[in-house]
């Protein structure tokens, strides 16, 4: 249980350095041109019920996320994108610690989960609406259910991951 305290302690440093900044330009996509094609077509996938958002340069897995965030907004919401992606990058912290865990036992599960929770591209990403820490969320996934032997949802984590950014292939 005090690994299960640490890891609470981990994730709220995780959300405190995640959300420093996180207003940063808005309402304006000025943290990457990326949120500028993004969140726009997340939103036109709810408002216009949209499923294809018609722009191919990233596969749509993330915005079919961020799609029912903008939901009760009025125009593509930056803000609101961007707390979609404050969670996905906590949830990537988490999903550290499950591999560490599962690989080499909490004190690695712990070593692991905080030096994600601090680094700082990790940081900085998941305070955007872009790609990347939900790519980096599957295949970190997709390798601790390949360390518990659930080759079949394994396979799930990385066809995710391959639909979060092609990489992921």
């Not at 949209?50 to 996320?65: C, E």
């Not at 799609?67 to 009025?74: N, R």
Request: glycine share 10%; charged share 10%; proline share 5%.
């Amino acid at each position: 249980s005090s690994g299960r305290v640490a890891l609470a302690a981990i994730l709220l440093l995780a959300a405190g350095l995640r959300l420093v900044g996180i207003r940063y330009g808005l309402p304006y996509p000025l943290l990457n041109p990326d949120e500028g094609n993004i969140v726009p077509r997340a939103f036109a996938m709810v408002h216009d019920a949209r499923i294809d958002p018609g722009w191919y340069d990233y596969p749509s897995l993330l915005m079919a996320l961020l799609a029912p965030a903008q939901a009760f907004a009025s125009e593509p919401s930056y803000g609101a994108a961007r707390a979609v992606a404050v969670v996905i990058g906590l949830a990537g912290v988490g999903a550290t610690w499950w591999l560490g865990r599962r690989a080499y036992g909490t004190g690695a599960a712990l070593v692991g989960a905080a030096a994600v929770a601090v680094a700082t591209t990790h940081v900085a990403y998941s305070r955007m609406a872009v790609t990347d820490v939900l790519l980096t969320l599957a295949i970190t996934c997709a390798i601790a259910l390949a360390l518990e032997g659930r080759l079949a949802w394994a396979g799930a984590a990385v066809g995710l991951a391959a639909s979060a950014k092609y990489p992921g292939a």
